[in-house]
């Protein structure tokens, strides 16, 4: 009787060792059919990883010091490139995309010769490293309209949004990263920041398409001084923004520059005195 | 009927108990907040970047990190029970408004509860970026021209935010998010009064952005009022 009930108490402890916890759930990531696993993506992490954003995954690695951007930290669960509106989780396939295309004019590198499965696996072992992930969902992702036609009236409304907007406070007139509050930006760890220059032609941060475009500035760049404009700007306004940013990419000859040359029209140049409303 | 008559009289004593011990009003907490040593002083906010807010002052506007009034006092500093009162996550239905005006936040430091609404205005001609760099509640960063509606937030943890525009650089405020309704932030007589406390033992914190945070044990015993005052050592830079 006695070894019954003690032999019952053993089962049950040992039964207790092998269940999966709910918990479990923040440890895995999905893309797709892709399925990410924590406990594989910890060793693919300490190997390409560790040495940039850290063994506790807060960006205080050993190459830290001596890079510029600093590398993310993940405890913090800000994420400049999501899908999601400012403040919330990115999604996974945002997580995927960002470690797959690297950051431009940064340390971190496009690590597409990964394969799909081991960089879902770092995905889902990232999570681990902030509670946030426990509590939170992530946000839900935006719509992106479909774009429409590039035409001049698109261009010249999108030049008169970036006149309203003041995007070239920080971007500059001729978006060249030189505007009046350009020099003193700072990200939120207090590290000097530029804004991005149009004419250079890198690709932006998070894609270089113009969906990545229109992604950008509704979401913002969390982290940064990048703001969401998600409540200030109408979708069409958006796709006109989009299409009359192309424009500032001097080394880019794109369709939307060559439609601004081949119809002659001269944009007004923008104006930087904001003298009281517009 | 003996036995009615005492239960009556028995309920009616407690219902007058807890009226009493109920009552509106409970202990009070006041001081007066102070510093020692010469505090840094304050510097003209060079607005040019900006002229439609520089041409709102007639003398160029002070930094406000450290402000001080006469008698040695302190003001901005947040006083508030940081234990021995029940933690109160439902916060009131008013919201609280932080305004952006003249490239300037009113009030510098705002205090208000966990998922108590705050609503930021701009009241200014020309565009600001609001972006509370929290670190343990979502840091969140929006773009409001002039002339689109007030921006509705919450927070779901206490923090205290420190809250930027990265547009103009000398605007620097604060959002103190605690999990109380027992909080007040010192005047420019650097005093605070803290109202209706039931009885009890508690821990007051004060805050201070530059100055740093301090506490303090107060015990109340009825509908009395306390003092708790509070010196802070003052930095010259």
Redesign the interface.
Known sequence: MKSKLSNAFLAILLFGCFVDFPTVQAQEAQVGKLTGRAEQGKPLYRRYCIGCHGPRGDGTGENAPYIDPKPRNFT?A?FKCRST????LPTDEDLYNSVGRGFDNSNMPSWAPLTDQERINLVAFIKTFSPRWKTDKAGTPINIPNEPPVTVQSIQHGHDLFQ???CW??HGPEGRGDG??AA???D?NDQPIRPYNFAEGSRFKCGGTNQDIYRIFIT?V???????????IQPNDAWDLVHFLRTLQVNREGPERALLKSSGTKLQPIQT?????R | MQLLKSCTATVTALTLAAIVTAAPGGGTVTGKITYTGTPAKPKPIDMAKEPSCAKQYTTPPMTENVVTGPGNTLEYVVVYISAGAPDESSAPSTAVTFDQKGCHYTPHVLAFQVNQELKVTNSDQTSHNIHPLAKVNHEWNKSQPPGTPPISEKYDKPEFISVKCNIHPWMHGWFAVVKTSHYAVSDGSGEFKLPNLPPGKYTLTAWHESYGTQTQEVTIDGNETKSANFVFTAKPY
Request: negative net charge; charged residues 15%; contains cysteine.
């Open positions: 913090q800000t509106p400012t403040g919330t309203k907007l003041e406070k920080c009046p509050s003193t930006l700072t939120s913002g969390d982290g940064t001084p990048m703001p969401s404009f998600a409540d200030v005195s904001s003298g009281g409303g």
